[in-house]
């Protein structure tokens, strides 16, 4: 990285749109996409954030845009999203975006949704087959 980079942000102290000058950066190594973190300095208040390239990279219909459930990929729980991926909870009737993936030391995927009504929420994610007839009791004939 030669050059200087700008943006304009949310900064999370000066709770307005700032001037962020790019930092540094990091990658995230457990994730199987190479979803990379960018740490950005508000000019303002000089308070660092470590934001996330991908969301950067969505384009702003205007601050506090409801998400369209038509837009939104129905959550399942054998699915894989992305960081950033819009998605509708059906049981919860609910509308959010995917902030974060986590994989657990047990294995299980599991993501991070930010939910319009209910806030921030941990769904599983990618669950295999094999996992889910582990639960089911098999009953011998
Ligand atoms: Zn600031």
Not at 66 to 90: N, P, R
Request: charged share 25%; aromatic share 6%; hydrophobic share 35%.
């Amino acid at each position: 990285m030669a050059k200087t980079k700008y943006i304009m942000h949310d900064c999370a102290y000066c709770h307005k749109p700032t001037k962020m000058e790019l930092v540094g950066q990091m990658q995230t190594e457990d994730s199987e996409k190479p979803a990379q973190k960018v740490w950005y300095r508000c000019t303002r208040c000089k308070h660092s954030a470590l934001l996330d390239r991908q969301t950067l990279a969505q384009p702003k219909n205007g601050t506090g845009a409801k998400l369209d459930k038509g837009v939104c990929t129905h959550y399942s729980k054998d699915q894989v999203f992305t960081v950033g991926q819009a998605i509708y909870h059906e049981e919860w009737d609910d509308v959010g975006k995917v902030i974060a993936k986590q994989k657990t030391s047990d294995g299980t995927h599991a993501i991070t949704v930010a939910f319009e009504k209910l806030g921030e929420r941990k769904l599983i994610e990618h669950v295999t087959a094999s996992v889910e007839t582990e639960i089911v009791q098999v009953v011998p004939a």
